[in-house]
Nanobody
Framework: QVQLVESGGGLVQPGGSLRLSCQLS????????IGWFRQAPGKEREGVSC????????LYADSVKGRFTISRDNAKNTAYLQMNGLKLEDTAVYYC??????????????????WGQGTQVTVSS
């Protein structure tokens, strides 16, 4: 059974940092691209970042470029999203998701098949 579990969300002040983790089980991380997405209240889910499997190529949404860093540890079957310089507008539920390799590097929601349950990130003073 494929399962993705996010953790690491919380409440942080503007300018602060959080690191989200995505633990995968039921399949091997080596053969999948991993994406991070977020959904704020009343808004559509949007892509934040993704990372390929073997060569670890990355892609970022313009809104987080230079502040967020995606990484993966295949040995631990875990992906991460380091978020620095957090802004009020980063407040959302953050989800990780997996896509088969043939999809390529993408942060389109429709390209991802398996999703975690989400973790809340709240940026507030």
């Amino acid at each position: 059974q494929v399962q993705l579990v996010e953790s690491g969300g919380g409440l942080v002040q503007p300018g602060g940092s959080l690191r989200l983790s995505c633990q995968l089980s039921g399949f091997t991380l080596d053969y999948y691209a991993i994406g991070w997405f977020r959904q704020a209240p009343g808004k559509e889910r949007e892509g934040v970042s993704c990372i390929s499997s073997s060569d670890s190529m990355t892609l970022y949404a313009d809104s987080v470029k230079g502040r967020f860093t995606i990484s993966r540890d295949n040995a631990k079957n875990t992906a991460y999203l380091q978020m620095n310089g957090l802004k009020l507008e980063d407040t959302a539920v953050y989800y990780c998701a997996a896509a088969p390799l043939e999809v390529g590097l993408t942060i389109r929601v429709a390209d991802y098949d398996d999703w975690g349950q989400g973790t809340q990130v709240t940026v507030s003073s």
